[in-house]
């Protein structure tokens, strides 16, 4: 379907963002104006952007989609997401904004003294941008589909395609007036529709929500199929059909059977009030009692659900600390005590925004659940709107958060490219604005390709391993770079490759979809539960036998990070 | 469709880490003995280099000794300076103070030493470190310290082999000299630097604010404070660094006293992206080359001038260029400034690419665009982290 409102939606977000950016540089020409335009920018400011670059798709749409989808034991992430930086503000915000190092490779090579180090890291950091840049991708697909209608992979092709062009072109830069911006504009695009939906819901489903009952067509309800998909009917039920069932084209009524139907993209099913709801074959049809379940599932399947819960903790509190484009916000703290307030600050503004994802989970599970049917639980954010409330008013709310994934999408994806554009070009390449340009464009393409290929994964699963690979790598190689003089260098290389390359290949053996029951689902879908301990079992084991290699002088490296800054440490004669 | 993506994405996923690994490992490969022989000698020589770069100590020693035993091929080594033994790698106590008196003799008539089986006071006969030889290490044609190779037996290959060692030794040690002299020299020019701000623009600066002094008391004692601030700031002796804020706060209060001279003769514009001020760079930076095109470009200049800072931030960098429209330079004079064969005017510029070189290294020199009559630009790029540069 098309919604020329939506998409001027999306072209306002992005507009503004170009406004913003280009006047983003403070201009003096009197005397008076001279220290403002030097004034440092103040924690609030910098706090917002720091969340305008942290809510990323997976916040927007992911989490909603996925508690839609798995029940509310997703809501684990968005827990996660914000309680990480209580780890942040309690252990690495204001040591590391001492030590002055500006991303995670900087730390590395200047706590452990190791060009090599240094590479390892680089490496880390293009594995984890490239995978949280997956998802990000795959919303802004579902934001397009959205607003112009068609296969989702338009939309991803498409905004891979302008963030590289913008990057490339030096056009889109991580201003943190204009992210602090896009945090604003998202927590009004999520809070008001949630708001205005909660109010105009009037619906008798809302007392009996208990008990084993599955989501039901509460009113003659239209689902529409932009992709192929597979639906599994669990009552039979006769049908309106509009397009492809099983493979015969069909304008007409329609009995389906109980069991699997493949359905084309494009075709419109009818189905009349009362039926129960069927869904996506791959995922489990959960009764309400299901759905309310705290723990985590994986697709939908109890699987283990404590020790998966177990491994999205994990994952979510630690990873966080090791994101590398949230971690260069930092920079622009005057000082430590600064970073630590701007932390404390976006603790409160993240729970602010993360109590709404919750409420659109809950409204699509009563409103909408044609989208368990065409399997487009992702974009409850999106349609639910539109799905509940009448007229213009649907529309116009369904603009607004077409605007605020778009600037989730935006935002995070840029602060990505940049990120994995800086580190090629600065530790693998070479300097300069061509090798910048040059591995924006590699980055780019290699990214939309593997967004393409993981189409069909939730975008929250998705981030989720993005963070699980931070978890397991960059979160052990900061604390205890830190907090313990004993790390060296070895031990940080063998950390990093073992933490980091085995949760790298438990995520894609779950993309290539093996083990998908038992432990083995846990394991390599979940793969912080055991990744995280091994990677600081090894940093810890290896520095242990290569004490050797402690740097000579790392007290007055710990000094640096640990001394506030009022103490100043006197001059090294040479 | 999913199937060709997959083998696309899997192509591009090892095409990369085949580039990664390249640049990690750097294409080691293995060759004939003798390339593997010199090659091996040349990697364990490099591996001790940079621990004999920082001076002879106790703990340059330690790291250096167990490369310079592989690099004899003895089964042990020892490594001395005139106030004895620093550091032993495979040789015991015992045999450690048994070797004090041949180094000591070694150092004190400058020529190497051999201990022959028989010779050698441990008096063992199975002894593994009961012979070996010992060679001074000299720099600049001073004896600094001693070397000693132990073995079963001693030869004369040995005491060739230790003497090019010793040689290998003396090289870095020297050079390590030169870096200390060097860091001296910088030091020296910093503060030279400071000093050389003072007498002309002290000059203006008090001949300004006593213009106003009867006009417009109040405008005078603001001055005044500000050029107390100027001076005590680029006095001060301590902190080799600054960050960008401090440094823009020093050009703020030069810039207050320039323009009270000026009046509306110079017009000043500063964009400055906030991110960047946390930046740390050497110190005395970005004034003198404010100065500079002040006094070099705006002042000769008969008409008004304009005169613009703009600090930008690229990523892992902050670009700094400061511009004005003033009377401009001829480039080749410019370039004879820049490295430091001309002396006069220039001498700011060319102090603060020198410094700039040997902070960040040779890529991050000031760049200087200008031609006569077409004003000046001076351009530069400090990176946000750089190990080593610390406020």
């Known amino acids: 379907m098309t919604e020329p409102l939506v998409l001027g939606a ?199 929500v208990h008990g084993a009952a599955p989501p039901v067509f509460h009113k003659a309800t239209r689902v529409e199929f932009p992709d192929a998909e597979s639906m599994r009917v669990q009552r039979a039920v006769t049908v309106r059909a509009v397009g492809t069932v099983d493979g015969i084209r069909r304008d007409g009524t329609l009995a389906l059977g109980p069991g699997d139907h493949s359905i084309g993209a494009g075709t419109t099913l009818s189905f009349p009030a009362g039926t129960p709801a069927p869904t996506v074959s791959s995922d489990a049809l959960l009764s309400y009692r299901q759905w309310e379940s705290p723990l985590v599932r994986i697709g939908g399947h109890v699987i283990h659900p404590l020790a998966s819960t177990y491994g999205v903790v994990l994952a979510t509190f630690l990873g966080a600390i090791g994101l590398p484009h949230i971690l260069v916000r930092f920079y622009t703290n005057r000082d430590g005590e600064a970073a630590r307030k701007t932390t404390s600050v976006v603790l409160l503004l993240l729970a602010c925004f993360y109590v709404f994802p919750a409420i659109f989970a809950l409204l699509g599970r009563l409103e909408a659940p044609q989208l368990y049917t065409s399997g487009q639980t992702d974009s409850v954010v999106l349609v639910l709107p539109r799905l509940a409330a009448a007229g213009t008013l649907g529309v116009v709310l369904s603009a607004l958060t077409a605007a605020g994934a778009f600037a989730a999408f935006l935002s995070t994806s840029s602060g990505l490219l940049i990120s994995m554009a800086g580190a090629v070009s600065h530790d693998l390449l070479g300097r300069g604005v061509r090798t910048f340009r040059i591995s924006a464009v590699a980055a780019g393409v290699v990214v939309t390709l593997g967004a393409l290929v993981v189409g069909g994964i939730a975008i929250n699963v998705l981030v989720g391993w993005a963070f699980a690979i931070a978890a397991s790598s960059f979160c052990p190689l900061l604390l205890l770079g830190i907090w313990w003089p004993g790390l060296t260098w070895k031990g940080a290389i063998w950390g990093l490759a073992l933490g980091g390359g085995a949760s790298s290949l438990g995520v894609i053996l779950t993309i290539a979809g093996i083990g998908k029951t038992g432990w083995p689902a846990v394991l390599l879908g979940e793969p912080a539960i055991w990744t995280v301990p091994l990677a600081f079992a090894t940093m810890v084991g290896v520095s242990l036998l290569t004490r050797r290699d402690i740097p000579r002088d790392v007290t007055r490296k710990l000094l640096a990070l640990h001394l506030p800054e009022r103490v100043r440490l006197p001059e090294v004669s040479a | 469709m999913r199937d060709a993506l997959w083998l696309t994405l899997i192509v591009a996923i090892l095409a990369i880490g085949g580039v990664a690994w390249f640049a990690l490992r750097g294409g080691r490969h293995l060759g004939t003995p003798t390339q593997r022989a010199t090659y091996e000698a040349l990697h364990t020589a490099s591996l001790a280099a940079p621990a004999l770069r920082a001076g002879l100590n106790q703990d340059s020693a330690a790291r250096a000794v167990p490369y310079l035993r592989t690099l004899l091929g003895a089964r042990g080594a020892a490594l001395a300076d005139l106030g004895g033994t620093l550091a032993t790698e495979n040789v015991d106590e015992e045999h450690a103070a048994l070797l004090e008196a041949p180094m000591r003799t070694a150092m004190s008539r400058g020529r190497p030493q051999t201990l022959a089986a028989d010779q050698h006071a441990c008096g063992d006969s199975a002894c593994p470190l009961q012979a070996g030889v010992v060679v001074p290490i000299q720099v600049d044609g001073v004896v600094v310290g001693a070397l000693a190779a132990m073995g079963p037996a001693s030869s004369a290959g040995q005491l060739r082999l230790a003497g090019e060692v010793a040689q290998f030794v003396s090289r870095h040690l020297e050079l390590a000299e030169l870096d200390r002299s060097r860091r001296r020299a910088d030091q020296a020019e910093l503060r030279f630097l400071r000093a050389q701000i003072s007498p002309h623009f002290v000059y203006n600066a008090l001949s300004t604010i006593e213009s106003f002094v009867r006009t417009d008391p109040e405008r005078a004692r603001e001055l005044l404070i500000g050029f107390a601030d100027f001076t005590r700031y680029s006095f001060r002796s301590h902190g080799q660094f600054v960050t960008m804020a401090e440094e823009l706060r020093l050009v703020d209060t030069y810039l207050d006293l320039e323009r009270a001279r000026f009046s509306d003769r110079l017009s000043i514009t500063l964009r400055v992206a906030p991110e960047v001020l946390s930046v740390v760079l050497p110190s005395l930076v970005l004034q003198p080359l404010v100065e500079n095109a002040v006094r070099h470009g705006i002042e000769p200049s008969e008409r008004a001038g304009k005169l613009s800072i703009v600090i930008a931030d690229a990523d892992n960098e902050a670009v700094v260029s400061i511009e004005d429209d003033g009377v401009g330079a001829d480039p080749t004079y410019l370039g004879r400034v820049l490295s430091g064969t001309s002396q006069a005017p220039g001498i700011g510029l060319h102090n603060v690419d020198e410094r700039l070189r040997a902070v960040f290294g040779e890529d991050h020199g000031l760049t200087i665009e200008t031609a006569v009559g077409a004003g000046t630009r001076v351009l530069m790029r400090i990176p946000k982290f750089h190990a080593g540069v610390h406020v």
């Open chain 1, 10 to 208: 999306i072209v306002a977000v992005a507009v503004v963002t170009a406004v913003l950016g280009a006047r983003g540089v403070r201009v003096a020409r009197t005397p008076a104006d001279f220290l403002v335009a030097a004034r440092r920018v103040p924690p609030t400011l910098n706090a917002s952007a720091i969340c305008g670059e942290y809510l990323s798709a997976a916040s927007f749409l992911g989490i909603a989609g996925l508690a839609l989808q798995d029940g509310l034991g997703a809501l684990w992430y968005a827990v996660g997401y914000a309680a990480g930086y209580l780890v942040l503000l309690a252990a690495v915000a204001a040591p590391l904004r001492r030590f002055g190092a500006y991303t995670i490779p900087d730390f590395a090579e200047g706590r452990l003294d190791s060009p090599l180090l240094r590479r390892a890291a680089t490496v880390m950091v293009l594995v984890i941008c490239g995978f949280y840049l997956l998802p990000q991708l795959q919303g802004a697909g579902l934001t397009v589909q959205e607003a112009v209608g068609g296969p989702s992979w338009i939309g991803v092709v498409v905004l891979g395609v302008v963030v590289v062009l913008g990057i490339a072109s030096g056009g889109m830069k991580g201003i943190t007036f204009v992210q602090a911006f896009q945090y604003w504009l998202k927590l009004v695009a999520i809070a008001v529709p949630a708001l205005v939906l909660l109010l105009l819901v009037q619906h008798p489903a809302l007392t009996p």
